[in-house]
Structure formats: structure tokens, C-alpha cells
């Protein structure tokens, strides 16, 4: 199969589906890089106000607009991004009369930035090839913050001449995006993600509690130990939050509970055993119970205090 013709210019003509906390900042990413942004929001007013902000933040010649549907977000479009959901919501703005499928040109691709099961990566990369399509399962991590800043890790599966056609114009919004196999490669790594982040997060928790009994200064232990073998990300970013009892940084619980749902259901599919996994999934419906769904993932220290 043939991918779409792309000349050696730094603009494309792009269509971004899905204007939530990471695909808005994203899309306005594309723009500000001089690529020509089409958008899709299922919320109309989200889509008009994205082109209200970023419109005049394109180079001389290019352009932001939005559509109604995602069909048409797409025609004419080298490359089509997307970040929604779930599983079921990439179904519906990539398959049927007005999904992406039905309105990209052959040869183009797909990149699908959600956080879904590998299951659907493939189901969706088969249906795109026997289209003349490709589909790139392209998960991200870092957050908000990293949608904001154009810095976001992309772990990515699918074929790897279409990985290679998209990366220059991702690399708008990307720190790396990392090509690591066949089809649905991209999600499973996310879920390997996940899973790090999950023990990560407890094992914080259970720490900070334990020092708080113990009577330490948790800002100053925490100044000492991150200069030592318990250093990680989650220490730097949200150890002194979490003693601050501070939780409005993000990722929301009900996001990684759907997340480590992807991780438990696959687990079943391979055989892999993870016992910590599927128990602090369980503290994280605690945490949802308290009233927690839309705290940030390290606010699990509740159910210590």
C-alpha cells in the first residue's frame, strides 16, 4: 500500500478529532507549528471556540476551521489525529457514514492518541488496511501539562513507514514518539505505563503517611530521599502536593480506573499476574467513594489519613 504523497514542507493539512484537556492544547500545537488544522469536537462550542483562539496563530497561508462531523473534518487531510475517550468513543468518530474512515483519502493515516485497548488498535488498523488507510496506535503520557507544553511521551504501534510519515508533524507536541512494534504495541506499553505509575503512587502514599506518624518533617525527608535511590517523577511532582494535601494536578482518578480496567482485562488475555495492580485499583474505587473521581491519581494518600 502507498502512503499519501508528502513533499518537503513543513505544513500539512491535518484534522484533529476530540477537544478534551489533552487534545485541545495539542491541536493548538499543530497550529501554531503552520499546518493547516481542521478540527472535530463532538461539543460544537468547543470546536468554535479552539478556532476563535488559534485562528492567527497559523503562518501566512494556513488555517485553522472546524466541521461538524468527523467525515468531513477529515477530507482532504494527510494526517488525522484523534484523542477521545474510550474504546467506544474512538468507534464512534472513526466508523460508520460520518466517521474519519469514510472521509480520509487513501493512502493517509490515522493516529490515534486515546488511551483505548490494544484489542481496538487492531481491530482498526485491519479495518484502515483493507481501506488503503493506516492506523498508528500512538497512547501518550504526561499529563495536562505535557499536552500544554508540547512536551508528551508517544509510544506507538502499527506499521512503520506510516509511524515515520507521522512523526515529524507530531513531534508539534511531542518530546518522543517512539515507534515499538506491530499493531497495538503503542497501548500495551501504556498499560506497562500504568502500571508503574499505579505502585509508584501507593508506595508514595504509604510513605508520606508513615513519616507523618512518625512525627518527621515530610517536606524535608522528601528534599533528602529524592536526592537518593527513591527518586522517580511522582516523588518530584507531587510528594510535597500530597503532604500539602493538594489533588487538583490532572490526571482524574475515574481516567486511571478506566485505565487500569484496560491493564486488569488484558492481564486476563496474556496470564500476567498483578497482584498490586488489582489491589490498588480497588483503592482507587475507595478514593472514588470518598467523592474523589475527579481528584488527581496521588490523592490515594487520602485512604491513609
Not at 461539543?43 to 485562528?55: G, H, P, R, V
Not at 535511590?229 to 481516567?255: E, H, I, P
Request: contains cysteine; charged residues 20%.
Amino acid at each position: 500500500m502507498n502512503l499519501r504523497s508528502y513533499e518537503l514542507t513543513p505544513s500539512r493539512k491535518v484534522a484533529f478529532l476530540g477537544l478534551g484537556v489533552m487534545g485541545y492544547p495539542m491541536a493548538g500545537h499543530l497550529a501554531r507549528a503552520g499546518h493547516q488544522v481542521t478540527v472535530y469536537n463532538r461539543t460544537a462550542t468547543k470546536s468554535e471556540a479552539w478556532c476563535a483562539e488559534y485562528t492567527g496563530a497559523t503562518s501566512q497561508n494556513c488555517s485553522v476551521n472546524h466541521a461538524p462531523t468527523p467525515r468531513q473534518a477529515v477530507q482532504g487531510a494527510d494526517l488525522v489525529f484523534c484523542c477521545v475517550g474510550n474504546d467506544d468513543d474512538l468507534r464512534s468518530v472513526v466508523l460508520g457514514d460520518d466517521g474519519a474512515f469514510a472521509g480520509m483519502p487513501r493512502g493517509s493515516i490515522l493516529v490515534d492518541h486515546t488511551t483505548a485497548s490494544a484489542n481496538v488498535a487492531r481491530e482498526l488498523h485491519a479495518l484502515a488496511t483493507s481501506k488503503g488507510l493506516h492506523f498508528v496506535d500512538a497512547p501518550v503520557s504526561g499529563g495536562q501539562a505535557g499536552a500544554q507544553n508540547g512536551a508528551l511521551t508517544v509510544m506507538c504501534g502499527g506499521d512503520l513507514p506510516a509511524f515515520e510519515a507521522a512523526k515529524p508533524v507530531a513531534m508539534a507536541f511531542s518530546k518522543a514518539f517512539t515507534y515499538l512494534g506491530e499493531s497495538g504495541s503503542g497501548q500495551l506499553a501504556k498499560m506497562v505505563n500504568q502500571i508503574c505509575i499505579a505502585g509508584l503512587v501507593q508506595g508514595l502514599a504509604e510513605a508520606i503517611a508513615f513519616g507523618d506518624k512518625a512525627g518527621l518533617d515530610m517536606n524535608l525527608v522528601l528534599d533528602v530521599i529524592g536526592k537518593g535511590a527513591a527518586q522517580s517523577w511522582q516523588l518530584d511532582n507531587r510528594g510535597k502536593t500530597m503532604v500539602a494535601d493538594k489533588f487538583d494536578f490532572g490526571f482524574a482518578v475515574d481516567w486511571m480506573r478506566k485505565d487500569l480496567g484496560l491493564v486488569l482485562d488484558e492481564a486476563k488475555r496474556n496470564g500476567a499476574r498483578l497482584p498490586a495492580t488489582a489491589l490498588i485499583d480497588q483503592f482507587y474505587a475507595d478514593v472514588q467513594q470518598m467523592g474523589g473521581r475527579r481528584w488527581d491519581t496521588s490523592s490515594l494518600i487520602r485512604r491513609l489519613k
